[in-house]
Nanobody
Framework: QVQLVESGGGLVQAGGSLRLSCAASGRTFSNYAWFRQAPGKEREFVAALSLIGENTNYADSVKGRSTISRDNAKNTVYLQMNSLKSEDTAVYFC??????????????????WGQGTQVTVSS
């Protein structure tokens, strides 16, 4: 059974940091991404990682404050978020797919999704 399980969300003050984890099981993937969805808003792209070429991509809203990375041995992808702002408050979802060239930023490009983890930034 293929699963993506996120963890690491929580309540943090503005300016603080969090590291989200996404543990994959059942198979390995070539492309991962993080998306987020705030109440009343559409799901939006945050960061993506393509293992082919080790490419990464970030939304402008998090660029310079966030880093997506992976640990192959643990089959886990991380999202380190620093200098958090109240507008970062959302449910964060991990997504994954098989072989693809380049990073993918459209949710429709991903086959597997985690259940989400809540990030709340207090101002």
């Amino acid at each position: 059974q293929v699963q993506l399980v996120e963890s690491g969300g929580g309540l943090v003050q503005a300016g603080g940091s969090l590291r989200l984890s996404c543990a994959a099981s059942g198979r390995t993937f070539s492309n991962y991404a993080w998306f987020r969805q705030a109440p009343g808003k559409e799901r939006e792209f945050v960061a993506a990682l393509s293992l082919i070429g080790e490419n990464t991509n970030y939304a402008d809203s998090v660029k310079g404050r966030s880093t997506i990375s992976r640990d192959n041995a643990k089959n886990t992808v991380y999202l380190q978020m620093n200098s958090l702002k109240s507008e970062d408050t959302a449910v964060y979802f991990c997504a994954a797919r098989g072989l693809a060239w380049g990073t993918k930023v459209d949710p429709a490009d991903y086959t597997y999704w985690g259940q989400g983890t809540q990030v709340t930034v207090s101002s």
